[in-house]
């Protein structure tokens, strides 16, 4: 099995994983993989239910059995990875090993604008959720940079931006490890 062979989208809520995901995998003629959709399959409810119903260590166990079997998928892919996987050991050694992780970054009042009002967020409710956005992205940042290989920056940027910025990084990457 070819090693580093995914491309893995990581960052906070609505730093845009799953819409440059979708579009990196179109450029690259990969499959793309939300590991969200896959815990929602899992099971069986969406992730609010999931939080609400079972709680969040249940959300988390179902994610990291998710990102443990995406992560071994032979066919190389674009995985979007849930904003607060990363932050389990496991989950990071194990997308670290199969492919390049790019962190895509933004400040804490674009990804709230970008979060909008919906409830699909349970780590959002009950607060304001600019100020939560703020202080997770405090707590996360160091965890983000360490386990990132590359970091790109989603602020006033387009998604075709960003994507190209993207591609461009896992290019050099396979250059690199071809060398
Ligand atoms: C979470 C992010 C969500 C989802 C869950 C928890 C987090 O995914 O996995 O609500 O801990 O940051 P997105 O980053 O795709 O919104």
Request: one cysteine or more; charged letters at 30%.
């Amino acid at each position: 099995m070819s090693e580093r062979r995914h491309l893995v989208l990581t960052g906070m809520m609505g730093a845009g994983k799953s819409v440059v995901g979708r579009e990196c995998a179109r450029v690259l003629d990969r499959p793309f993989v939300d590991t969200d959709a896959l815990v929602e399959e899992q099971a069986g409810k969406p992730v609010p239910a999931i939080f609400a119903e079972d709680g969040e260590e249940a959300f988390r166990a179902h994610e990291r059995s998710v990102i443990a079997e995406v992560a071994a998928r032979e066919e190389p892919s674009v995985l979007a990875v849930g904003g607060g996987a990363v932050l389990d050991p496991d989950n990071a050694s194990a997308l670290r090993e199969a492919g390049l992780v790019a962190w895509l970054t933004a400040t804490s009042s674009t990804l709230a604008q970008r979060v909008g009002p919906d409830h699909d967020r349970p780590l959002l409710e009950g607060g304001d959720r600019a100020e939560r956005l703020e202080a997770l992205l405090r707590e996360r940042t160091p965890v983000y940079a360490e386990v990132a290989d590359v970091t790109v920056e989603t602020e006033g940027r387009t998604v075709g931006e960003v994507v190209a910025e993207v591609v461009t990084a896992l290019e050099s990457a396979v250059e690199r490890e071809r060398a």
